[in-house]
């Protein structure tokens, strides 16, 4: 059995193991990166970022209150990002290079790991992205 734990509670563990070069994996939780992430029965693993975050990137960021939150990048700033869940309608404004503790480079999906760098991946995230319609379309499947 797998004992559920908080990223706040592993944050502390997070910062150590990614300052030090090294990766970690999570089971995300909630809805907002639906179709991509979908349940319990997916995994992300995120490394440090290196240097300023490219649109498409899909970071971990902890918001004023405390709370982590896995959306993709769809905007960047001078001083910050524009984010939003694959799954979600509206934009998140506000996001600044403090606030991301790591970025995603593979998720895995019942049982299958995929690389974000891959071409599958690249092309959904991009069409996703392009197209919003598609939101209203997978919010109406759930």
Known sequence: MTEQMHLRDLYPVICEVLSSGGEFTFT??????????????????IKAACGRLRKYDLPLYRCADGRFVLHRVIKVLPDG????????????????????VGVVTSFTRKGKKYPVNGAGVWLYSRLWCALPMLRLLARGKK
Do not use: A, F, H, W
């Not at 809805?31 to 693993?45: A, D, E, F, I, Y």
């Open 28 to 45: 995300p939780s909630g809805n907002s990166m639906r179709p991509m992430l979908q349940g319990k029965n997916c995994s992300v693993t």
């Open 81 to 100: 990002y524009v984010m939003r869940g694959d799954g979600n309608i509206q934009k998140e404004y506000g996001i600044r290079d403090c606030d991301i």
